[in-house]
Nanobody, 118 residues
Framework: QVQLVESGGGLVQPGGSLRLSCAAS????????MGWHRQAPGKQRELVAA???????NYAASVKGRFTISRDDAKNTVSLQMNSLKPEDTAVYYCNAGVGSSWYGGYWGQGTQVTVSS
């Protein structure tokens, strides 16, 4: 079983930056893909960014060039640096992890709120 704990959400003005972090814990697992998904009110959850153990990254078109995902396998952490934030980035952001090759892993964090507003 894998537990994921997020941190770093909050309120930021348009054009600002936030950094989300997620720490994975548990035993008997080898995570391949770690990523971030988000869900805005009234919308479906969507993939924001993900990264494999080998360093291959996948970004949603809406965040390319603004968000950067990184991971530290020694610490079992994944981070999302979010720059040039827009009001439409407002959502609950969920950390996600999986042992397979899918960008949508089977483990989820509890979510952290990101609000972009003036």
């Amino acid at each position: 079983q894998v537990q994921l704990v997020e941190s770093g959400g909050g309120l930021v003005q348009p054009g600002g930056s936030l950094r989300l972090s997620c720490a994975a814990s548990g035993s008997g697992f080898s995570i391949n893909v770690m990523g971030w998904h988000r869900q805005a009110p009234g919308k479906q959850r969507e993939l924001v960014a993900a990264i494999t153990r080998g360093g291959v990254r996948n970004y949603a078109a809406s965040v390319k060039g603004r968000f950067t995902i990184s991971r530290d396998d020694a610490k079992n952490t994944v981070s999302l640096q979010m720059n040039s934030l827009k009001p439409e980035d407002t959502a609950v952001y969920y950390c996600n992890a999986g042992v397979g090759s899918s960008w949508y892993g089977g483990y989820w964090g509890q979510g952290t709120q990101v609000t972009v507003s003036s």
